[in-house]
């Protein structure tokens, strides 16, 4: 099985990767070890100080540069007469379109969230190129085979969609440290330094809400004159203690509730405390804005304390301070950032704040900055064995070698005595409606919804499409993209604010839509029903769409995250769900029944992993077993074995 | 835990794997000494993993000079014979490797493995050797059992698609996660000698087929005086001859060691390159778990073939430790 008796197919092979992050660095250098000879690699982005632990191939002097440019230099030194092309570039421009993804042989992914890995799928269908997928989070990774009419495509199984909370449960009923952060980021940062013109749920609802917000406009507005100090003590004491009173107020909240505890500055640092809080002037000998740290006026050095509320309060204090006198412009404009230190800080602090208010155990900047950040936890040798694993498929594939075809599981703790655990690969879901024709459907109030809500929460948010055109018969009611003229392009605008039952051949129940995405080569048809009423807690979309699964997805902050158990900080207990790093999605744990919780599944959750909810089952001959999952609920008689 | 506390520049860099194993887990790896004796893909791999992890200082031992055939499997090397040329080994990785974490010291030590006295084993914490005979196992791994400081001992082998890693953390502590608590449990380990000396018949009868196989090669060379991986397919019918006077000796099914991964391991005994980064990965991650404390180790060997794809680990020690 050396080198040598694959050379053909290897020397032969095109093969394209998609990501130069933790997974990529290892798959570059060990495609061109194994003697691939002409690899193209795409990632968008750039090298960043937190990459170095993993990312091998680039250096401290490297930071800011293209990784892929990097990555193929790097890979020269030591196989310098192969050759790599580097992009980049993001893969979903329109230039990676189906032509160019027919190309090559194989497509290999090693990216970091649920959008592109879908992209990449379609294209990958759409040219009839294998495309094998894989992702890691801690010591937890897998590897998939995704080969068009024979396995399963990466969307065959549901994936979780990205978590999100009760808007009441972020405003008002905190129960956890996340849901303080998901506060102090999306509520309390927004509305201070970001666009004020977006509506923001700040305020703490109470019995007359109309008074409240009113009044709240007043107190986050800083006047020209008004002292930085007081300012930042009128919003202390208005988001910690007086929307806390309002809230107190409703006592149907608080039947089967801990009651949380106003906050107010003066009690949490008193007077002569917050004198001598902060000196600026240490932040003062430098232009670099991104180095503008509270901590550091404050003097507080380790990121892994967690602090007390007298010091979150100085933080907080500090750090608003430090925003409007030393990054005065860019108020109004700002979202929040997890490489922006001083976002971090006040993000942190004021979580703390609201956490003890509400009871919650407090927890440092760096875990903060996890679970803010939604940053996945990466080590090198995690993706040095998926990229093993990914290039034994590779070779596989290119032999076309399908009865070998595995997807592979990469453990932290043996199940079945297995580190590594291969699994054959299923066959393709004949309900998908990304490799199959199925139609979807769709429950929708057609008296009441316009084009653009079906744009909007279904074709984009749903359907991953980027250039969607809809089409009701020959009728064209949408499209997107750059040769349009002036007339269509006000017709399409027009027809977005129209509600559905209104268009000349009215959507209604039983019309159907058929929806395709040009670049993406995909199509798909929508059987509308009508419905009257939704749910507004559980069906927030206000409709349903049906065919297309998707897995409610569970975060986990509690401590009983498995995946990790060598961690400490219960910032890894909380599974990212959108995160930025490149080696993994989002997560969300599956717990699988025997194959211990550790198969993870992190959203990058290759097709396959969701089964895993069911039993693993040994088949046992003596000489080749092979362990296959029996597949959850009723999808199991829909999967064989692929033989 | 006691100890100083991570620098800002340790933070920022360790920071995601930090979230993985803990602050100070982190602090310890950066106090840990680790040796490593014989440089192939595998060891290269295994080096990458924890110069990037921030290991305290890695030294390195091989006295072999660089020639074309020692790059196939090794990025650390330089392509360019003008480079590598005349230089040992470790001398070119430890140039490389340097590259990858000014934070850790990498050192290159010269002289034969067998020579280097119990002392010598002493300054690391982790020893792992790979690429040599197995009296050379048998004698360091006792020379690091015999001293008053617990060395963690590693071998590790990867032949064709074939990985093999041995595991003696002596009697080693540690804290893993159950449910939502933290236990603290142990683990003794037997030494490769009592490992390896348990009677074939009295092992499970699903154990992987590559312990077998790799003890038999193992002896081969031992007993025809060849160097690790120093056999061709012209050894085949002696290997053949060798196996099947093994299990009549242990009473083990003939059919129990395929001929046919005999074969393969004789045949081209150099590793197969996408093997090394997933044996040099466990490993890493196993001297992570025994340096940090932190998560249930190997114990005590892990098998993993291409054939069949498993990452199988396999515990040698129920039968003549009891534990």
Redesign the interface.
């Known amino acids: 099985m050396a080198t040598q008796k694959h050379s053909p197919a290897i020397k032969g092979a095109k093969v394209l990767m998609v990501g130069a992050g933790g997974i990529g660095c290892e798959l570059l250098k060990t495609l061109a070890l194994s003697g691939f000879q002409d690899i193209h690699i795409i990632d968008m982005d750039t090298i960043e100080v937190s990459n170095l632990n993993r990312q091998f191939l680039f250096r401290q002097s490297h930071v800011g540069q293209s990784k892929a440019k990097v990555a193929r230099d790097a890979v020269l030194k030591f196989r310098p007469h192969i050759s790599i092309t580097p992009y980049h570039a993001n893969v979903k421009d329109p230039n990676f379109n189906v032509e160019f993804f027919k190309e090559f042989n194989v497509v290999l992914n090693g990216l970091d969230n649920l959008d592109a890995r879908r992209h990449v799928n379609r294209l990958c269908l759409a040219a009839d190129v294998p495309l094998i997928e894989s992702g890691t989070t801690g010591f937890l990774g897998q590897v998939t085979v995704h080969v068009k009419g024979r396995t399963e495509c990466y969307e065959c199984q549901p994936k979780p969609a990205p978590k999100t909370y009760p808007v009441c449960t972020i405003t008002s009923t905190p129960s956890k440290f996340v849901h303080c952060i998901v506060w102090a980021k999306e509520l309390l940062f927004a509305k201070l330094f970001g666009d004020k013109s977006q509506a923001n749920d700040l305020n703490v609802r109470s019995s007359d809400g109309a008074s409240s917000s009113e009044q709240a406009e007043d107190v986050f507005e800083h006047r020209k004159d008004e002292d930085i100090e007081q300012y930042g003590r009128k919003i202390y004491d208005h988001v910690f203690g007086y929307n806390i009173e309002v809230a107190l107020s409703n006592e149907e909240t608080w039947k089967n509730r801990n009651r949380p505890k106003p906050i107010y500055s003066k009690d949490a640092m008193p007077n002569d405390i917050s004198q001598q809080n902060g000196n600026v002037e240490k932040n003062g000998a430098t232009n670099d804005l991104s180095s503008v740290s509270a901590m550091a006026s404050l003097g507080l050095k380790n990121p892994q304390d967690v602090w007390s509320l007298m010091e979150n309060s100085r933080v907080f204090l500090e750090a608003l301070k430090l925003f409007f006198m030393k990054r005065g412009k860019e108020i109004g404009n700002m979202t929040f950032d997890k490489d922006d230190q001083l976002a971090v800080e006040f993000v942190t602090a004021a979580a703390n704040i609201r956490a003890t208010a509400f009871g919650i155990p407090l927890h440092s900047l760096f875990e903060a900055k996890g679970i803010a950040g939604n940053i996945v936890h990466a080590v090198a040798t995690t993706n040095a064995i998926i990229a093993g694993l990914i290039v034994i498929e590779t070779i596989k594939v290119l032999q076309n070698d399908t009865k070998n075809y595995r997807m592979t599981y990469c453990l932290e703790h043996p199940t079945k005595k297995m580190l590594l655990m291969p699994v054959e690969p299923f066959e393709p879901n004949k309900s998908c409606y990304v490799c199959s024709e199925t139609p979807l459907s769709l429950e929708i109030n057609t008296n009441r919804a316009k084009l653009r809500d079906i744009v909007e929460k279904i074709v984009k948010a749903k359907l991953g499409m980027n250039f969607p055109i809809i089409m009701h018969g020959l009728a064209l009611l949408y499209e997107v993209g750059e040769d349009l003229d002036e007339v269509m392009k006000k017709n399409y605008a027009a027809n977005l604010d129209k509600v559905l039952c209104e268009f000349p051949s009215p959507v209604t129940s039983g019309t159907m839509l058929s929806i395709e995405d040009l670049q993406q080569e995909l199509s798909c048809n929508i059987n509308i029903k009508h419905r009257e009423e939704f749910d507004e807690e559980k069906e927030p979309d206000g409709m349903v769409l049906s065919g297309w699964t998707e897995a409610t997805s569970v975060v986990k902050d509690d401590k009983k995250s498995n995946a990790n158990a060598g961690s400490t900080s219960s910032a890894s207990q909380l599974e990212a769900e959108k995160n930025n790093e490149i080696e993994s999605g989002t997560g969300k744990k599956r717990k699988l029944s025997e194959v211990s919780e550790a198969v993870n599944p992190d959203i990058s959750s290759v097709a396959g992993d969701t089964r895993s909810q069911g039993k693993l089952e040994v088949l046992d001959d003596d000489e080749d077993d092979i362990f296959m999952f029996d597949d959850w609920e009723s999808a199991t008689n829909k999967k064989k074995r692929l033989q | 835990m006691d100890g100083e ?2 620098t ?1 520049q340790e ?15 982190q602090r310890r790896l950066s106090k840990a000494h680790i040796l490593v004796c014989g440089i192939n ?1 595998t060891t290269a ?1 295994f080096c ?2 924890i110069v ?3 290991v305290g200082s890695l030294t390195l031992v091989d006295d072999r000079v660089a020639t074309e055939e020692a ?10 014979e003008n480079v590598y040329g005349g230089k040992t080994l470790t001398e070119l990785c430890r140039d490389s490797l340097k ?4 934070m850790v010291r990498v050192s290159v030590e010269k002289g034969d493995l067998s020579n280097f006295g119990g002392e010598f084993y002493g300054n690391f914490d982790v020893v792992v050797i790979s690429c040599c005979s197995l009296s050379t196992k048998k004698l360091i791994n006792e020379k690091c059992r015999k001293l008053s400081k617990r060395v963690a001992f590693y071998t590790v082998d990867c032949r ?2 074939c990985g093999e890693i041995f595991v003696d953390l002596q009697l080693h502590k540690f804290s ?2 159950k ?2 608590e933290t236990i603290e449990c142990q683990h003794n380990y037997p030494s490769f000698e009592e490992s390896i000396s348990v009677p074939w018949n009295a092992l499970p009868r ?1 154990m992987s087929k590559l312990y077998f196989a790799m003890r038999v090669i193992e002896r081969f060379e031992e007993a025809e005086q060849r160097k690790p991986g120093e056999v061709s397919i012209a050894d085949l019918p002696g290997v053949l001859k060798l196996k099947n006077e093994f299990c009549e000796a242990q009473s083990l099914k003939e059919s129990h060691i395929p001929d046919a991964l005999l074969e ?1 391991l004789v ?2 005994p ?1 590793e ?7 044996i ?3 490993l ?2 196993e001297v ?2 025994a340096i ?1 404390g ?3 180790p ?1 114990k005590n060997f ?1 098998f ?1 073939d ?9 515990d040698l020690s129920n039968a003549n430790t009891g534990s």
């Open positions: 506390e991570l800002e933070t920022a860099l360790y920071d995601r794997q930090i979230r993985v194993w803990g602050a100070d887990a893909g791999e990458k993993n990037l992890a921030g790059l196939s499997a090794n990025f650390l090397i330089p392509s360019d590259d990858f974490n000014p064709d698609s893993k996660q449910l939502e699903r393969r045949t081209d150099r197969f390159p996408p093997v090394c980064p997933i040099g990965g466990i890493g991650q992570i778990k940090s932190k998560g249930e190997l892990f993993f291409v054939m069949d794809g498993k990452g199988i680990t396999e």
